[in-house]
């Protein structure tokens, strides 16, 4: 009996030790945040702790500067076309990957995954003097290029974990009922494919908004969001800063937590075929 409890107790002690652990280490990577979002509504800008007499002033002169919301549409402009450059490449070498048997395909794959093992500064400089090889000038478009090239990782990684839980008899029974490899592809993989696509593209986009290391070395005359914040940082923090970045969080987190809904989603969803199965067994029987 006394073992008992004496084990019972190392338990919960480990237990509760974890636990403040656990919540040290969250407190370490969020309440850094949770100042910046605090400040953004303080009176006093950037100084005095606690903030006192909280306002949306600091929004308000957000909203009236031109130079950051032209960044942001930049940003946005980038986001979504590296998005699009990503999942056209992405999603053709994520079926390669699935589908198809070739030669290397082993080392292909280690390549594909090669851009997120890459830091930033390296796939920058790297596109920086091909860009420079081809006489192309620095613009929005080299950091297009730049961002979906790097992000084409992400978009494979996403689409081939989702074929991986794909159920293939679904395919076969669409080709055993007449559909060519077309047919099936376009109403059967895809659609079980949509929120691994859609999540994909999510990640993909938020990825490319916060993007920093690549964009410095392809930037031209227009600033991105994240390049226009570090050039004001350089000559001090100011409350406006704390202003965006609150609202880029926001967005983050918003974006994230979708991705994150729509990749559970895509594990326990229905099997699109499921008729087409039955139907089959039933011709077949």
Do not use: C
């Not at 957000?62 to 979504?80: H, K, R, Y």
């Not at 099936?184 to 494919?193: A, D, E, K, Q, S």
């Not at 991105?224 to 000559?235: A, C, K, N, V, Y």
């Amino acid at each position: 009996m006394e073992l008992l409890v004496s084990e019972s107790a190392r338990s919960f002690g480990g237990s509760r030790w974890l636990t403040l652990h656990a919540l040290a280490v969250f407190a370490f990577l969020y309440l850094p945040i949770v100042i910046l979002i605090l400040y953004s509504f303080n009176s006093q800008g950037v100084g005095g702790f606690p903030p006192r007499n909280l306002t949306l002033s600091w929004y308000q002169t957000l909203f009236q500067d031109g130079p950051i919301w032209e960044s942001v549409l930049n940003s946005l402009i980038v986001a979504v076309a590296a998005m699009l450059i990503a999942l056209a490449f992405g999603v053709p070498a994520a079926l390669a990957l699935d589908r198809a048997h070739f030669p290397g395909k082993a080392i292909f794959r280690r390549l594909v995954l090669l851009p997120l093992i890459l830091p930033g500064i390296i796939t920058g400089l790297s596109l920086l003097m091909l860009f420079r090889e081809a006489d192309v000038k620095l613009s929005l478009f080299t950091i297009i290029l730049g961002h979906g090239t790097a992000l084409i990782s992400v978009a494979t990684t996403e689409v081939f974990a989702g074929l991986q839980k794909l159920d293939r008899r679904q395919e076969e029974a669409s080709l055993d009922l007449g559909a060519n490899y077309w047919q099936t592809f376009w109403r059967i993989t895809v659609p079980n494919l949509k929120l691994s696509i859609i999540g994909a593209a999510l990640l993909i986009f938020t990825l490319s908004m916060d993007e920093i290391a690549v964009s410095f070395f392809l930037i031209g005359r227009d600033n991105t969001l994240p390049l226009e914040i570090w050039g004001r940082l350089r000559r001090g923090i100011t409350p406006e800063i704390n202003a965006i970045s609150t609202i880029i969080f926001v967005f983050s987190l918003i974006a994230i937590v979708l991705w994150y809904r729509l990749r559970v989603g895509s594990e326990g969803s229905p099997e699109i075929a499921g008729e087409l199965m039955e139907t089959t067994g039933t011709r077949n029987g």
